[in-house]
């Protein structure tokens, strides 16, 4: 998942979290530690059901070219390749031992922040009202 620019500073500099990745990765088998499905792997969603579609590719280059040559082809089924992703199971992003990360797919990942970004959109909306009446005071009809 995209790193925000306000929490880049939790981070630690890119070469030691590619390596504190690299780890996580290597530990989950490059697996997804919730559902299992491995890094590089192909699915193709039928309504709201993901179905695993083409065994792991070596790399994301290979995995994309396979998804884009299907595309050209006429196929008109989503696809997607799984990159795995390195989650903080405890949404503490200054904390970088093992024990609080997890490697896990896009969806996966997602369902697991997915509270939390309940509250990020319930704040920003909240800013982005407080700004309007700022700027134009508060005028109910002016709301929406």
Known sequence: MPIRKEQKALYPPPPEWQAIRARILKRAKYRCEQC??????????????RVIDQDPFSSYREARAYVEGLREAGSVIRRTVIVLTTAHLHHTLDNH???????????????????????????TIKA???????KYGRDEELLF
């Open 36 to 49: 299992g499905v491995s890094q590089y792997s192909i699915v193709s969603w039928h309504g709201h059901e």
């Open 97 to 123: 031992r093992d024990d609080v990360l997890a490697a896990l797919c896009q969806a996966c990942h997602l369902r697991h922040d997915a509270t939390l970004h309940v509250t990020n959109r319930r704040i």
């Open 128 to 134: 982005k009202k407080q700004a309007l009446w700022e």
